[in-house]
T-cell receptor, first 110, second 114 residues
């Protein structure tokens, strides 16, 4: 079992729609959860972090965490073509070692 | 804050040769990480340093890989006797206590082993 699992996609949504990206993790001791965005040919950049159960909103992005289900999600509202990228879920157990999932490719169609 | 800098950007080498990559983290960041990424996969953890101490190294990492961070500033990653399977993007990231566990990545070094 992989430590961090994501649906590789691609996920295709029309412009203006909500994109929903999901992630599960295996280590119940995980404490910190992140979403990174990676454009083709570029390095990952952090877009959201979440540390406690519930929702965290930042602009058009909402991260959701459910530790009991070991589940993290990212919602992107009013999706734009510029949101087309690979979204990486990352998890840290508190020892500053961050493990990444394989990423979900998102395409937003104009 | 000039960002994380990695050199070289690209490296082509023949199988069996040794290669060395350099990473300069964001100044004052005490944590430095090396990851490896292949096409269609997420970054794979290799090792990380807090200041000059190497605190963890991936169990999957061959003995041909070694990393150093003298004086807790820049870091080097050396791969000895390269193999075709070593071809990948090698990413460096840094972080510090002010950012929690957030990572800031460099542009990476793309290694091609022929």
């Amino acid at each position: 079992q992989k430590e961090v699992e994501q649906n590789s996609g691609p996920l295709s949504v029309p412009e203006g729609a909500i994109a929903s990206l999901n992630c599960t993790y295996s280590d119940r001791g995980s404490q910190s959860f992140f979403w990174y965005r990676q454009y083709s040919g570029k390095s990952p950049e952090l877009i959201m972090s979440i540390y406690s159960n519930g929702d965290k909103e930042d602009g058009r992005f909402t991260a959701q965490l459910n530790k009991a289900s070991q589940y993290v999600s990212l919602l992107i509202r009013d999706s734009q073509p510029s949101d087309s990228a690979t979204y990486l879920c990352a998890v840290s157990t508190g020892g500053f070692k961050t493990i990444f999932g394989a990423g979900t490719r998102l395409f937003v169609k104009a | 804050d000039t960002g994380v800098s990695q050199n070289p950007r690209h490296k082509i080498t023949k199988r069996g040769q040794n290669v060395t990559f350099r990473c300069d983290p964001i100044s004052e960041h005490n944590r430095l990480y090396w990851y490896r990424q292949t096409l269609g996969q997420g970054p794979e953890f290799l090792t990380y340093f807090q200041n000059e101490a190497q605190l963890e190294k991936s169990r999957l990492l061959s003995d041909r890989f070694s990393a150093e961070r003298p004086k807790g500033s820049f870091s080097t990653l050396e791969i000895q006797r390269t193999e075709q399977g070593d071809s990948a993007m090698y990413l460096c990231a840094s972080g510090d206590w002010r950012g929690g566990e957030k990572l800031f990545f460099g542009s990476g070094t793309q290694l091609s082993v022929l």
